[in-house]
């Protein structure tokens, strides 16, 4: 007879049948009766109870009431018939399912709450922790005397703004850190930490007028100044005294100090205060108001007489401009912009680059106090007559071990860096205190290789590039000689030619008569007429072209088109066994699918060894599986043992991307009926004797007992089922290598 076991309200929880365990009906074994090893179940069972089913997974079939002792959180829970609940408050972000009592700690806001029965009830903080501490707190603080006293911070959102005390007093040193911000003495009242910039805005009625350090004689208080009494700061106001400013900050002017007049050292400043606020000099005529300069802050441009515009330049002169001496331009460009440059030299020089000589030691002082600009710098070098001048312009001081430097205007030849002395014609050798010789240690001057690029660029078309411009530039080719480079056409007008030697090299329309070698030449253009003797062949960099006189040509027609080369012939083409290079590779459509900018060529093309990998890369792959008894145990899918034997049959990362593989899967399936077992069946007994022997049965005798049991034949009916399916599997990369996945399934019916 089977178990009926019952939960505690009666309601029945499983019918165990005899000698059977039930393992499904409860998070332990019921046993039932007659059940061989129902000791170990038992002693298990106990177990389990005493450490409360201990463990990270939740129990699997929990029963209302049952506890749980989660490993995860080291906690203990109880199951109330949906969840497993622990004891303790309920922490969580979001609000929680609560009953009454319950305790909900939120975690992100981190605020206490309590659940009444009918309200959830805030405990504390009132803020949030993304609002930061605000409110009150109160200190206890100790002055400088040991006296204790009371102080409230007052916060919002993790800043102290202002410290309240009934009393003053000096905070002792070890009590300064507990009032953040507050320097000096406690005061009687509200201490703001931001004095300069937290207002308390409403009506103060004692703010209606300024208490001065003046005594009104006739009342014996301090006399007290109304608004009207002062120079208002919003409006228009009037003095009948001398203002005075005593201080070299001056004068602010703007309702946000845009300007001012002030002194710095022994300069009068008239500043601009405000970033990239401009600047105007105005003055007066007989037309009206102008400012003749004018300063652009943003870009640091001073204007001259651009009343109608803004200055565009460092310095933008509106007008003319008369310099009654030498003009030093310095910058690394000088742009002219005007329709005719007069010159009135007959030569421009490009490249008139100064000399820096680095000197091995410093100048004696009172020689180079002696120097002046224009005066001859000569070097005699050592064993010829070669003597390098140039004029002095300037010297300088080298910041790293504080060497003189000569900047010379070069005249003749060139000065070299050793042993050669430098002297200054009228005034003797450069020489050191100590009157020892001066020689150049290294010298940097124009050259062949400094005058490399140097030209004219007329500017083109705006390009970041400068690809439009026109250029005429030197170089110094070491390889090729130098030479002029032009990067355009070169036009000759008619009747003129170009010569090289004063041979005639071109003309408009031919070439020179002394020009008789093209050595080098390998691409003609269009011919109308070529003369060549009979049986005689034109040479070319493996190319023959064969004419012959008077015959009707058999042999190939060699023409050129806007596609390139056309060969049209009578008859095959012979290459004598000689290897075709470089053939360009035809896009296939296989080649179109990973790339749909590009498109197929569909004209006849040569085929190349490339064309036919891709071709073979991405043709698909065809196979057919029994997948009957997939997966087996290695695998958890019949999808991924599919996918291990295509991997297995084709290697993915020897084929294209998006290569297909098509198999047709199929899969067997059946049943037997009608079969009789049962009936089948033939059984023969013995009798068994059990006098003596004790239990319910004894001394019942005789007793029959199974001694065998024989099958006779049965027969029955066999069903078989076949399943067929496509599969279409690609080639994909999810970034860890190409692998094969599945894309459809298709039954085939």
Known sequence: MSYKLNKTDGSLLVELVDGQIDTTSSDITLIGRNYTGFGEVINENF???????????????????QLWFDTSENRLKVYDGTTFKANGPIISASQPQMVAGDIWINNDDNQLYFFDGSDIVLVGPPYTSAQGKSGFDTLR????????????????????????????????????????????????????????????????????????????????????????????????????????????????????????????????????????????????????????????????YMGINVTDDEPTATLDVFGDVRVRGDITIEGSNATIETSTLSVDDYNIEIGHADTVITLTGQIDSSFADTLAVGDEVTQSHTGNTVVATGTFKEYQVDTVGNVFKLVIEPVNNSFLAGSDQLSITGKGDLEQSNNTAISPSSIVQRSDATATGAGITIKGAPSNTNANDKTIKWTNDLTNGPFFELNDSVNIPTGETYKINGHDVISSGALGTDITTASGLANVGILDTVRVRQSSTIPGPGLTITYNEGTTPATPTITTFNAGLKIVSQSAVDFNATKIKNVGTPLSARHVVDNPSDTEDTNDHVVTKQYVDTEIAFSPVMMQIDTTGLPTANYSSIDEELQSMLTFYQDPTAKTLNSVANIITTQYGGAVTGIDVAGSATKETISVDFTGIGGADGGQNPQALLEDINFNSATGTVSLSVTRKKQVWKVTDPGSGKVWTKQSETNWS
Request: aromatic fraction near 6%.
């Open 141 to 300: 603080i100790v002055d400088t005397r040991s006296l204790n006293y009371t102080v409230i911070k007052w916060s919002v959102g993790n800043t102290v703004f202002a410290y309240i005390s009934n009393d003053t007093f000096t905070p002792r040193a070890d009590d300064v850190d507990l009032l953040p911000g507050l320097t000096g003495d406690v005061l009687k009242g509200i201490n703001i930490v931001d004095k300069d910039n937290f207002r308390i805005y409403g009506v103060s009625d004692s703010a209606t007028s300024l208490i001065t350090s003046e005594t009104d004689p006739n009342t014996g208080l301090l006399r007290r100044k109304t608004a009207s009494q002062f120079l208002p700061s919003d409006a228009e106001g009037t003095t009948t005294g001398i203002l005075n400013i005593q201080t070299k900050g001056g004068l602010t002017i703007g309702d946000t100090g845009q300007a001012g007049l002030n002194v710095s050292g022994t300069f009068l400043n008239l500043s601009s205060n405000l970033v990239n606020q401009g600047f105007r000099l105005v003055a007066s005529n007989v037309v009206g108001q102008y400012d003749p300069i004018r300063v652009d802050a943003v870009n640091r």
């Open 47 to 65: 177990i389990k109870l005493l450490e409360n089913f201990s463990g990270t997974a939740t129990p699997g079939t929990p029963i209302t009431g």
